[in-house]
């Protein structure tokens, strides 16, 4: 079994930046993917950024230039740092890591831009 806690979510402003943590415990051998998805209210779950094994990195168009995925390996930990923060990025963000044989979630961390 996979454990997936997230930490670093929170209230802040338009413009402002927050720092999202995942940290995977358990059976987590051969990872392929790591990324984070978030969710807002009424709407479908998205991709927003993800960091394959070998370091490549895939961005949803509506994040490019304002957040950046980045992995620890050795601390089996993804980390997504977001800056210049909108309204539109309201919304429960779900850390994953896909292996050879699973595909697991975390609980998901409530991030709220608001003025």
């Known amino acids: 079994q996979v454990q997936l806690v997230e930490s670093g979510g929170g209230l802040v402003q338009p413009g402002g930046s927050l720092r999202l943590s995942c940290v995977a415990s358990g059976s987590i051998l051969r990872v392929n993917v790591m990324g984070w998805y978030r969710q807002a209210p009424g709407k479908q779950r998205e991709l927003v950024a993800s960091?394959?094994?070998?370091?490549?990195?895939n961005y949803a168009d509506s994040v490019l230039g304002r957040f950046t995925i980045s992995r620890d390996n050795a601390k089996n930990t993804v980390y997504l740092q977001m800056n210049s923060l909108k309204f539109e990025d309201t919304a429960v963000y779900y850390c994953?890591?896909?292996?050879?044989?699973?595909?697991?979630w975390g609980q998901g961390t409530q991030v709220t831009v608001s003025s």
């Open positions: 994953n890591i896909r292996t050879v044989v699973t595909n697991s």
């Open positions: 960091i394959s094994i070998s370091g490549y990195r």
